[in-house]
């Protein structure tokens, strides 16, 4: 009975300190893995560009540390529109707005810089936005346009 | 308080000093430990001759090599020049980003201001030689969380991206491609059960007689098997020679610490002083706490930095952390036998002292007539002067992880009743050892059942605990934007039934409508493991999911019949042309309307073609029908790994990734195609038997000449691995090409197809024997793209022209379908098509 319940305890104690003791893969199974904290795209993580007087349609997107943009998605009616992409945390980043005839990014942004990226486009259609550092880790965001 | 006592107590607390200053980051590469996480370069071409790349330390770098004569360039993250590798020494780009992120594995620096690759690049030197490693951010998983799909099924495969990396060579622009995939590590609960062994076996050492040369030889053990383990990680280290003995030391000096007190506590116990249990006990704290502790997931994680076979490294993880814990459980025991022979010895003075702890280690080191005349002080007093509330507990450990405990558990309880009962220390000794591998097994069964819920239901008497429900419970999403089956689930099912149908002559517009509309209802329900009601034929009742995938597509012919015009047909969907040898059966092929089911469990997949069936009665008859099979879930030890076809030979190594760059321009119809396909995807179907009497009479390396790969690796025939890049150009010892003019991968290579690429997902079928005995049995060919024409056409084309395996292959029926995006709940597949 005290074996067992030494076992039990043996085990209870690796899997909550899966995490603190083997890193984000956690311990066995899985247990204790650092998970996402959002789930990686949902219908509220989509915002509209809002035109302004000039008829360019502007949003702001976030850059987080965890490589996800917020919103990760944003809406726009065919033009002229203009991201600004804030780093929010510590980790450098460099996002290109893709397919919009050519690639134009906002450079290197360290944490705390805030970048500008204006495209013009007239065909509906989805334009990823991927950080150049992290794109192959998922930190890809899309211009909806239409 | 002894001179002795005052030093084991300062070490300790500097041990423990070092425990709370040193994290654990004992045994890492390039900042990698053992991961799930699995970087593979599966090509790079050109091939340029001299120009080598390869992945290192677990995915945390790049080599480049470079041995021609001329400079190579390495290409940032926006495409400007990064680094340089030439005849002048290796220089990177100061205005590249990349310098100053690739520094460290995680990129987690400040690039300095100014700093633009659309500068002119400013090279500096950063040495000499031909070979530059560096942390190449597309090639490993950044994010400090893990992705979404492994965070929701961590025990399962998961391709996470793909990457790429240009590369300038001589004028031509070379590209190393790759996979970045997460592959799920083995159960650890045997190395659990190893490392506990390990322990007891110390443990038991502790209680024979003259225990000295044993502990010695256990703590001479430890060391050894630790230094084998560092020695791997040495060895697998990319740098010069200082570099690699500093990995195989440990960034903390831990490793060094371990060998240096271990090795002098085994070389004084085996000379017969058991003080230096003391020393050794030490040493083994070391490792459970830090080293082992540290390497702790490489028992349960797929790859660790180590050049030594995974297993073997695993094997010394858990017996190092199981001696270095015995040895440190066993010293208590050691003290407990002094203090019993102490108080059996009415000569001894009061108190527990060095003089008297001196007097057994004498003892051992006595020859055998002194140790006849001392052996009644070392049995068991029935003096109970000893109790069992004395001293640290000598439990056997449960994990290898646990350090000393202080409660007094079952162990001294047992060691107790021993010495009550005068029951001999050989019976003692297994009774302890008994009740440690109950706590173990106990231990390993919890950690495993902690895996999955489903699991406990199904534990069954012979102890094992294999999750059978697991694959009858799972479901893969029918709604969404696309259409499962196609790239979902990433696992392909085991059992497949392809069908097609032609509506009945004259068959309506409405009547196309609402079988369309009665069969994405019917999907939807038994892709959730839900039965139809009334209309059910009961066969797959009891039964769940079992990932069922239906995928429905429409064929050439079904344009000019209900309502749709032939001119409405898009140009994708052109019946596909003739092949050079071709003996197509027309009753297998082709058909209005497709449909492919899949499953994991091959009732479920039947009983869904039925269900469609009996749907649209009325409006179409079912014209042909194949079944097929590929892997079962968990028939395989590597659940990634590539599949065999019947020939023997692993088939789709060089499938694309669903998360390529152009995967979705390649795989998925876009804006070229019309509204209601927009999203679909193009499949082509192929019954191609294999004559296997014919291709199983071929030596095997003939075999090897005909595909161009290894048979057992799947390596090309110029060597490497099955994911080493193809290169064509590559020649034998022979001067041969080693791949030979006509081999099949060859000519399917995407280089020579205009980088045609189409996702293949086969699976294979056996329908018993043909008239002239011979196995009716081959591959159920499925290729996926966006447009044959530049998929499935140009490939077969060439194929069809020259390639060897085809004197072993008949295709012998086939189908094009334009599978349409798939249906968001509220609406039905395919209805842009028939209510534009």
Redesign the interface.
Known sequence: M???L???G??A???LSGCA???????????G?????L??TTAEDAVDAVRGADGVQRATVTLT???RFTPSTVRAQPGTVELTFVNGG???H?V?VSDAGGTP?T??L??GARGTVRVTVT?P?RYPYPC????????VGTLVIG | MSVLRVGVAVLLGAVFALLGAAPAAAHTVGGVGATNFRTTLSALGPAVSGVTLKVIENGSRLEMTNTTGADVTVRGYADEPYAKIGPDGIFVNDNSPATYLNANRFGSVKVPAGVNPENPAKWRKVGDGSVFRWHDHRIHWMAKTMPAAVAAAPTEHHQISTWTVVIDAGGRELSASGTLEWVPGPDPGWWFLAAGGAVLLVLGAALLPRPARWLGTAAAAMVVIDLVHSVGIGLITAGTVPERIGAVIGSDFTQLLIWLIGGLGAALLLRGHLRAAWLTAVSGLLIGSISGLSDLPALWRSSAPSALPADLNRATVAVALGLGVGLLLALPLVLRRYATARAGNSVAPTGVGVAEVDQPVTTEETDAAVTVASAPTEEPSPEPATGPAEGPSPEPATGPAEGPSPEPAAAPVVAGAAVAGGISRRSAVGLVAAAGVGGLVGAAATISLRDGSSAAPNTNTTGTAVPLSDLGTRIVPFHGTRQAGIVTPTRQQAHAVLAAFDLVEGASRDALRSLLRGWTAAAARLTAGLPLGADDNTAALGLGAASLTVTVGFGPSLFGKAGLAGTDRPAGLAPLPAFPGDELDPARSDGDLGVIIAADDPTVAYHAVRALQGIAKGTATLRWQATGFARARGAAGDEGATLRNLMGQVDGTNNPKSTDPDFERRIFVGEDGPDWLRGGSYVVIRRIRMLLDDWDALAVPAQEKVIGRRKDTGAPLHGGTEVTPVDLSARGTDGKLAVAPDAHIRLAAAANNAGAAMLRRGFSYADGLRPDRAPDAGLLFLAWQADPGRGFVPVQQRLANGDALSRFIRHEASALFAVPPGAVEGRYLGQELVEP
């Not at chain 1, 893995?33 to 904290?37: H, Q």
């Open positions: 005290r074996l067992r030494v076992a039990i043996a085990a104690v690796l899997s003791i083997f890193g984000p893969e956690g311990g066995p199974g899985g247990a893995m650092k998970k996402p904290a789930a990686p540390d965890g490589l510590a980790t450098p460099d290109a990014d450079g290197n360290n944490g065909a259609g150049l550092y992290h794109a192959s880790s998922g930190m």
